[in-house]
């Protein structure tokens, strides 16, 4: 009886891992067929990514500063 469960054991360590060779391959494949991005691609999107951040942190600074006011106002 020992010995089933040995035999079991040895096969089961040999199917998974042959799934884990056979997942690395095909990964390896996968990643051969991704189109990557050019350097100008990377940095034009970065500095529109940029911009937007910037631009936006404006907007709501000068959100932050007219609300500032108009409580000053109000409170007055």
Known sequence: ??????????KSTKKESGK???WFKDLRIE???VVWPTKDTVVKNTSVVVGVI?????????????FLALMG???R
Do not use: N, P, Q, W
Not at 4 to 10: F, I, N, P, V, W
Not at 56 to 63: D, E
């Open 20 to 22: 884990i060779a056979k």
């Open 54 to 66: 910037l631009a936006s942190a404006v907007f709501v600074g000068l959100l932050d500063t007219g």
């Open 1 to 10: 009886m020992a010995k089933d469960t040995s035999e079991k054991k040895d």
């Open 73 to 75: 106002l109000i409170y």
């Open 31 to 33: 990643f051969k067929k």
